[in-house]
């Protein structure tokens, strides 16, 4: 089992900035992808970013020059650095990894970190 927490989550005004965190322990070597979801009240989760473990990143439109995603595999840390913040980027962010060693693809989730975007 791999254990994820995030941290860095709070309060900041339009246009500010927030770097978010996710620490992985537990059985580190069955992670493959890592990366952020997030849910607003009301709204399905979606997909922020995402980067595998050599580097490749994936990052939504809606978030794109704006956010940041990074990798540090040695640290077993994923993090995500955040800029021009929106109220629209209101929302409970999720980190994730990927279990490249399960047939059934399963995945890793932690328990989120709040992030709340006042205009």
């Known amino acids: 089992q791999v254990q994820l927490v995030e941290s860095g989550g709070g309060f900041v005004q339009a246009g500010g900035s927030l770097r978010l965190s996710c620490a992985a322990s537990g059985s580190v070597f069955r992670i493959g992808d890592m990366g952020w979801f997030r849910q607003a009240p009301g709204e399905l989760r979606e997909l922020v970013a995402s980067?595998?473990?050599?580097?490749?990143?994936h990052i939504t439109d809606s978030v794109k020059g704006r956010f940041t995603i990074s990798r540090d595999n040695a640290k077993n840390t994923v993090s995500l650095q955040m800029t021009n913040l929106t109220p629209e980027d209101t929302a409970a962010y999720y980190c994730?990894?990927?279990?490249?060693?399960?047939?059934?693809?399963?995945?890793?989730w932690g328990k989120g970190t709040p992030l709340t975007v006042s205009s």
């Open positions: 994730y990894a990927s279990d490249r060693l399960d047939i059934r693809g399963a995945y890793y």
């Open positions: 980067i595998t473990s050599d580097g490749t990143t």
